[in-house]
């Protein structure tokens, strides 16, 4: 299966100011009326309606903590279904745009707003988040409120078919995500960077995102991931609803010795609590009963369905997987996290181990396309999934991402202002 995660950054096209949570018109109204026209269902947090449901679809729209807008796409067959399902998505947040005379960025990065501007989305998970973050990193608010993502999760047979895929995931996230760079703004400025998203999550939180080092060992296996996330502290345990916070310690902690809170109440691990600790941890690719890949920016629809392409073309062909696997088979976490900062400054023209950038995403968006082909699953149009990675191509061919274009156009066209992105609409 293909499931697709896309956020989005929601505005009031007047102000050119982000949508707060009632303030309004405000998320709030928007969720009214997608309940209203397209028979979503509400999800509550306490009294405040914090996502929505459509169950029959199994698909959700969650909010992220400053008010970005995500769809978590259903458990797709084929690409084909995926894009059908984001443009009926795309269509009604486009119909609410226009009922609320608002916008929609799909960009990585907040281009001009900062955490102090953001919404305050009032849910309880995220209340903590705040309170824990500016304590292990410089930029968790910003992660949280300003940057948005688009991810891919995927299936894994077994473990040994985890453990290749887990390896290649982790190891191609830089090289995968470079293509997708779409945010070269903060604060309304440039900053050298292709993307600010992966800027403010190298400086979140060590102990729970990046690139783990264990990915990288030919003989990972799940236990290894749980070993990892044993030692990661916790934000906290959730009993009849109410979230308790055990300050500051790992799960193996907690595992052995249970905690007593303020009040002398104990507790002990329950299987959810695992299940709810796995969800606080946010490395470049996590593990759950499915691959998440979650290195690429958000980006607009033909953005969203080429990353779902590349990775469903490299990773659901045997032999692909494997020819991908050579390719990756010697590099290193130190390796890795070269090359993610190389491909930040460089971009397309960064060099890695003595080869041009632009050769080796050429030959991962080949073997992608040689999948595609083999899987052969055409539309009413007599077209295979081939077909959504040609925007890939085309960056590949003009060697200019998203980012290098705004760059560009922020140079020329925009005589150096930030302010006329809101136009582009990015859906």
């Not at 055990?246 to 959810?272: C, I, Q, T, W, Y």
């Not at 081939?386 to 003009?398: M, N, S």
Request: proline letters at 4%; charged letters at 25%.
């Amino acid at each position: 299966k293909i499931g697709t995660e896309n956020e989005k950054f929601l505005f009031h096209k007047e102000s050119l100011r982000p949508l707060q949570y009632s303030d309004g018109p405000g998320i709030v109204d928007v969720f009214k009326i997608l309940i209203e026209q397209f028979h979503w269902s509400p999800i509550f947090d306490g009294d405040n309606v914090i996502g929505l449901s459509d169950a029959q679809n199994d698909r959700n729209i969650s909010l992220e903590p400053g008010g970005q807008i995500e769809l978590s796409g259903s458990k797709c067959s084929n690409l084909h279904q995926t894009n059908e399902e984001f443009k009926q998505y795309h269509s009604q947040i486009e119909y609410v745009c226009n009922e609320l005379n608002i916008g929609a960025l799909g960009l990585g990065f907040s281009p001009s707003w900062g955490f102090n501007d953001m919404a305050r989305v009032p849910k309880t998970r995220y209340a903590i988040m705040r309170e824990y973050m500016p304590k292990v990193g410089s930029h968790g608010l910003d992660m949280m409120h300003c940057s948005a993502t688009t991810q891919v999760n995927l299936d894994y047979s077994d473990e040994n078919d985890y453990t290749k895929k887990f390896r290649v995931a982790m190891a191609l996230q830089p090289l995968i995500s470079a293509m997708f760079f779409n945010s070269p703004f903060l604060n309304g400025r440039l900053t050298g960077l292709l993307s600010n998203r992966l800027r403010v999550w190298a400086n979140t939180d060590n102990d729970r995102c990046g690139y783990l080092p264990f990915a990288f060992d030919d003989q990972n296996k799940f236990e290894d991931y749980a070993q990892y996330a044993l030692d990661v502290p916790m934000y906290f345990i959730i009993r009849n609803g109410r979230y308790i916070i055990p300050n500051h310690m790992s799960f193996r902690n907690f595992l052995s010795n249970g905690f007593v809170d303020d009040k002398g109440e104990n507790f002990s691990a329950k299987m959810d609590d695992w299940e709810t600790h796995l969800s606080t941890l946010f490395p470049q690719v996590r593990l759950k009963k499915f691959l998440e890949m979650r290195g690429a920016d958000s980006g607009n629809h033909s953005s969203i369905l080429s990353l779902a392409s590349i990775w469903t073309g490299l990773m659901y062909n045997n032999g692909v997987l494997d020819e991908v696997y050579k390719i990756i088979s010697k590099w290193t976490h130190s390796d890795v996290l070269h090359l993610d900062e190389c491909l930040n400054k460089d971009g397309l023209n960064a060099r890695f181990m003595g080869h041009a950038m632009l050769d080796l995403l050429k030959e991962l968006v080949s073997l992608s396309r040689q999948g595609l082909s083999v899987r052969n699953v055409r539309n009413e149009h007599d077209a295979t999934e081939e077909i959504y990675l040609e925007p890939l191509f085309e960056v590949l061919t003009k060697k200019r991402t998203s980012s290098d274009i705004l760059i560009s156009e922020f140079h020329h066209e925009w005589s150096n202002e930030v302010k006329p992105i809101y136009n582009k609409h990015f859906l």
